[in-house]
């Protein structure tokens, strides 16, 4: 089974206006995270927001928000006042502590954002 | 700029052909991770160490190795390499201890067998 579903594999956008790429995630575990990472055309991966699954409140970033709802085990991104920058490869990703204690994230496929002026 | 450094960016090799990618962590992270990003099976992650020590082994190859080094950069070991391992490789690193655990990815090293 998935453990990390991102259902939109395209999403378009006109600059200036807000977009939510979609996220769930399945996890027995009490304690995990949820990151989003941006990866653009030049293929790098970048950080972008983290959320504890202990934590109350949803996590922000500048333009760059979390829609936690951990009953429904989703966690969306919510980019605000979308920049033609922000055109890319978004993925979302989780970890969960291993028997070893290390913490391994996987990755969801990816939303391909296009941001349209 | 993550400060993680992956060598070399681009690798075109022939098919039962041996390579190495190499990766140095930001400076103080003592966890290196190994992720396998190709258009079909997205991004896998592959093996994990600390601090010398591998830590936890994901869908690695046995074709495939690794290891980390006392000055903690890390190779990545790719033989008898077929068309299908043409994908981009990524190494990335975590703060050691308890913090969020957010992975500082480098660029990537991107490997064509032909």
Request: charged residues 15%; negative net charge.
């Amino acid at each position: 089974a998935q453990k990390i579903t991102q259902t939109q594999p395209g999403m378009f956008v006109q600059e200036k206006e807000a977009v939510t790429l979609d996220c769930t995630y399945d996890t027995s575990d009490p304690s995990y995270g949820l990151f989003w990472y941006k990866q653009p055309s030049s293929g790098e991966m970048i950080f972008l927001i983290y959320q504890g699954s202990y934590d109350q409140q949803n996590a922000t970033e500048g333009r760059y928000s979390l829609n936690f709802q951990k009953a429904r085990k989703s966690a969306n991104l919510v980019i605000s006042a979308s920049q033609l920058g922000d055109s890319a490869m978004y993925f979302c990703a989780m970890r969960e502590s291993t028997s070893g204690g290390s913490y391994i994230p996987t990755f969801g496929r990816g939303t391909s954002l296009i941001v349209h002026p | 700029d993550s400060g993680v450094t992956q060598t070399p960016k681009h690798l075109i090799t022939a098919t039962g052909q041996r390579v190495t990618l190499r990766c140095s962590p930001r400076s103080g992270d003592l966890s290196v991770y190994w992720y396998q990003q190709s258009l079909d099976q997205g991004l896998q992650f592959l093996i994990q160490y600390y601090n010398g020590e591998e830590r936890a082994k994901g869908n690695i190859l046995e074709r495939f190795s690794a290891q980390q080094f006392p000055d903690l950069h890390s190779e990545l070991n790719l033989s008898s390499l077929e068309l299908g391992d043409s994908a981009l490789y990524f190494c990335a690193s975590r703060a050691g201890g308890a913090n969020t655990g957010e992975l500082f990815f480098g660029e990537g090293s991107r490997l064509t067998v032909l």
